[in-house]
């Protein structure tokens, strides 16, 4: 699974999830060229369809408990300038969230290559492993 489907299954099961994170996912696709090329060929034209897979979208409407999420994204990733990804979309709907809270984390130099997940994976395992520690000190 790439970063937008993590982000948009986490979204659509409130309580499912207490932790999700992404490499340079497409956050807004139905803001960006690819997520309406995609979305018009997968969804057809209708754009209040789209709004069920795109994590902004998600976002805004999600009312259930906290869920943190975590983004690494690379500065010198392509798609990242070529206003492909568009994490900052993210961040700014989660400004408006009571629940959700987005850590986006640029880091310099970095393209969108295997080389740039594995620098930044364990930050993931650790992001992730926070929340899975309280989950089970919670438990009886």
């Known amino acids: 699974m ?5 982000l948009i299954s986490a979204l659509k099961r409130p309580g499912q999830y207490q932790s999700v994170s992404a490499f340079a996912p497409i956050c807004h696709p139905s803001a ?3 997520g309406n090329k995609a979305f018009t060929g997968y969804l057809g034209p209708d754009k209040e369809a789209w709004k069920e897979y795109d994590a902004c979208a998600l976002l805004e409407k999600y009312s259930g408990p906290p869920l943190m999420i975590l983004v ?3 500065s010198a990733d392509n798609f990242l300038t070529q206003k492909q990804l568009l994490p900052e979309d993210l961040v700014e709907a ?7 809270s987005v850590v986006l984390q640029m880091q310099s130099h970095y393209d969108h290559s295997f080389y740039f997940i594995a620098s930044f994976i364990g930050s993931h395992f650790a992001h992730h492993a926070k929340y899975l520690t309280n989950y089970f000190e919670t438990k009886p």
Do not use: T
Request: with cysteine; proline share 6%.
């Open 94 to 100: 989660s400004q408006k969230s009571r629940s959700v």
């Open 72 to 74: 690494d994204q690379g």
């Open 32 to 34: 960006c060229p690819w």
């Open 2 to 6: 790439g970063g937008h489907g993590a």
